[in-house]
């Protein structure tokens, strides 16, 4: 006999017992069923399936570099003119005469800041 007609026979046996276990009993006992299934399970084609979830990455994470701390060079100060300029026509040095009638003259600069007075 095959394993198929074995497995039938099983089954009507127990769905037989079960029966007569629940026609003999009374309505006050309690019941027990006892069932079996036999086919190949439904299963539904894949088309029915969800899709996949949709995972997506994070947006990369870009820190700003450090600060850096740079010690500032010492800026190129353009020494002002050395020579200051001199008239005999109003007497004076520029720039406390505007204009001279007889020409300027160009003198050394003196130390101490202010031009001397003649």
């Known amino acids: 006999m095959s394993l198929k007609t074995n497995l039938f026979r099983s089954a009507l046996a127990l ?10 009993s009374s309505p006050a006992a309690a019941r027990v069923v006892v069932g079996f299934g036999f086919g190949v399970p439904v299963v539904p084609a894949p088309w ?11 947006p990369p994470v870009v820190y700003a570099p ?11 100060v353009e020494q002002p003119n050395q020579d200051w300029y001199y008239c005999d026509n109003p007497r004076g040095y520029y720039p406390y005469v505007a204009s001279c009638n007889s020409g300027w003259h160009q003198v050394p600069a003196q130390p101490g800041g202010a031009p001397p007075q003649h």
Do not use: I, M, R
């Open 15 to 24: 769905g037989a017992c079960a029966l007569g276990a629940g026609a003999v």
């Open 48 to 58: 029915y399936y969800a899709p996949p979830p949709v995972v997506y990455a994070p």
């Open 66 to 76: 450090p600060p850096v701390a740079v010690a500032p060079q010492p800026a190129y």
